[in-house]
């Protein structure tokens, strides 16, 4: 099992969502998040003052897959959150030791 | 026979008709009838007045209360929100029971040349009958409480200058003193009669004024910029990022004070007559115009209109047709605005930063800048086309107004009225600062400053973060 947390662009998550659900993928969490990368933010002007704005907002979404469904599960969320340009997102990829479900003690990849 | 008993019934209902004739009143001689008439037209047209006043005096409070509260509201951080707002709120209440009690008196009975007499006190005197030299078609109380909603607007427009770090009750008390002792002798001599600078009145130097350029934002603005300097700058201030929390409520503010800006400046012509028309179209042109040109001004420089820039500019264009308002012609206005625009963008833009005080929402760099040229513009563009004050010559023909009729002196009217209301301002405002200084306290501590007024001086959040 794979954790999956991916950073993109809140325009491109109905999207990611979509590509998703295509390859399989089930169960996701999704969070609204603030951050930046190494654009470092924007500029915005409030009467003449330029201020940076470092931390922009962004969605994290989190999903538990097995390892089959990994590689698909990054293909989807490349090609359907990419615009080509600054501040796309990233995704990050962890090894998960177990995984529960609450309601019936099920464990491991049955219970994703 | 029938034709004797249609004629019986037709001499008894010519009977009738001739005794009910006879019953009735004698008919009134042509003179009566045109009196009456007379009478009729000047009750509708003293209606008509009043109602436009009062629906005036309702404006202007909207400037207050909604418009400026939201305006600068928007403009602080949110731990402030609600102690900018309050501060509007505040002198709703508060100067309105000192203009009953005071106030109005100091600023409108026939006194000295520089302030009122004591005999309104407690609004005596101050009833339903008219008082000819202000208004003769309006009940005084309608002529006072019009008065009061600028009275109220004044001091919490200087509040902008000191958001963010000055104490309740040290602003309460800075703010109930200076309206007695700038706002009031100000309003008397500008307005009051036999003030300084009436020009209706008699005054020695004949300043126009027409809704408060020299009374209201001169006052305010440099009041403002002396306390700004007086308090000091936030904790943070220029380095920390101090952006406005909410331009949404700003804009829904400057939006109101425009709407409420008709109230102040047609009203200003105390009747519903054309005068009053030709302030309510200078005052939309002048807004129009400068909301343009800060704008322009924005996008030439930061590649941006901003929502920001376009309603502040909104706001210089109205405080600087504000004196002008009655007395100008609209293409005048439209040049008053842009000219008000660009000058006000460069007096907060580059001016604030050259000397680095912290005036935090711009009062002066907006009100005291922007009345102070609309101040001298008056002077300039004013004409007797548009408003004949200083009234007509043995021949019938009008006595020019302003320098677009030629009459230049009164440019320097104009100078001799913003120049004493400068020096009231300044002298005025450190007096009291240092009074209530020593007294009460003006700047809250730097915790309470950095954890915000709202909690410190309220005891409660504009916005609940846990719900």
Redesign the interface.
């Known amino acids: 099992m794979h954790k999956i947390e991916a950073v993109i662009q809140p325009s491109k998550l109905d999207a990611v969502k979509d590509a998703l659900l295509e390859v399989g993928i089930e169960g996701m969490t999704i969070l609204e998040a603030r951050g930046h990368g190494r654009q470092k933010g924007h500029t915005?002007?409030?009467?003449?003052?330029e201020?940076?704005v470092d931390l922009l907002p962004k969605i994290k979404l989190e999903m538990v897959v097995t390892d089959e469904l990994v590689e698909k599960a990054i293909q989807a969320i490349l090609s359907s959150a990419r615009t080509g340009k600054i501040g796309d997102g990233k995704i990050f990829v962890s090894k998960i030791d177990e995984a529960i479900r609450i309601r019936n003690d099920e464990r491991g990849s049955t219970a994703l | 026979m029938r034709s004797s008993f249609l004629g019986i019934f037709l001499a008894l209902a010519l009977f009738c008709c001739g005794t009910s004739f006879a019953q009735s009143a004698p008919s009134p001689s042509t003179a009566d009838q045109i009196a009456r008439l007379q009478a009729q037209v000047a009750q509708a047209q003293s209606s008509a007045d009043n109602g436009w006043m009062l629906v005036s005096a309702a404006l202007v409070l909207m400037m207050t209360g909604p418009g400026l509260a939201l305006f600068y509201g928007g403009l602080v951080r949110r731990k402030n929100v609600l102690s900018v707002m309050m501060q509007s709120f505040a002198m709703m209440a508060i100067i309105t029971i000192m203009w009953a009690i005071v106030n109005y008196s100091l600023a409108f009975d026939a006194g000295t040349t520089f302030i009122g007499g004591l005999h309104h006190l407690f609004l005596k005197g101050v009833g339903l009958n008219p008082d000819p030299d202000y208004a003769a078609t309006l009940p005084l109380q309608t002529f006072m409480v019009y008065q009061l909603m600028f009275a109220i607007i004044t001091p919490a427009l200087i509040t902008g200058a000191f958001a963010e770090r000055m104490k309740f009750s040290g602003m309460a008390a800075f703010l109930i003193l200076w309206s007695i002792v700038v706002y009031s002798p100000m309003a008397h001599m500008v307005w009051g009669k036999g003030g300084l600078l009436n020009a209706s009145l008699g005054g020695r130097f004949p300043c126009l004024d027409f809704a408060g350029g020299t009374v209201v934002h001169v006052t305010s603005g440099v009041s403002a910029l002396v306390t700004a300097i007086y308090l000091g700058k936030r904790i943070g201030y220029?380095k920390e990022?101090m952006?406005?929390h909410s331009?949404v409520l700003s804009f829904i503010g400057a939006c109101l004070l425009w709407v409420g800006w008709f109230g102040f400046n047609a009203g200003s012509a105390l009747a519903a007559g054309t005068l009053a028309t030709s302030a309510f179209v200078n005052t939309h042109f002048a807004a129009a115009a400068a909301a343009l040109s800060w704008a322009a001004a924005?996008w030439i420089?930061?590649g941006?209109p901003?929502a920001?820039?376009a309603i502040?500019g909104s706001v210089a264009g109205l405080v600087a047709i504000t004196p002008a308002a009655g007395f100008v012609s609209p293409m005048s206005a439209i040049i008053i605005g842009l000219i008000a625009g660009i000058f006000c963008?460069f007096m907060?833009?580059?001016v604030k930063s050259w000397f680095g005080y912290d005036d935090s929402l711009?009062a002066f760099g907006v009100h005291g800048a922007g009345g102070t040229l609309g101040a001298i513009l008056t002077g300039v563009f004013a004409t007797s086309a548009i408003n004949p004050i200083f009234g007509k010559t043995a021949s019938g023909a009008p006595i020019p107004t302003g320098g677009a009729d030629g009459n230049w002196h009164q440019v320097l009217n104009q100078f001799i009225g913003v120049a004493i209301a400068w020096a009231i301002s300044i002298v005025g405002t450190l007096i009291l600062l240092k009074l209530v200084d020593l007294t009460i306290g003006l700047r809250v501590t730097p915790e309470q400053e950095i954890e915000g007024l709202d909690l410190t001086q309220h005891g409660e959040e504009g916005y609940d973060h846990a719900s």
């Open positions: 915005e002007f409030y009467r003449g003052r201020y940076t | 220029p990022a952006m406005p331009v924005e420089r930061n941006k901003s920001l820039g502040s963008y907060v833009i580059k711009d």
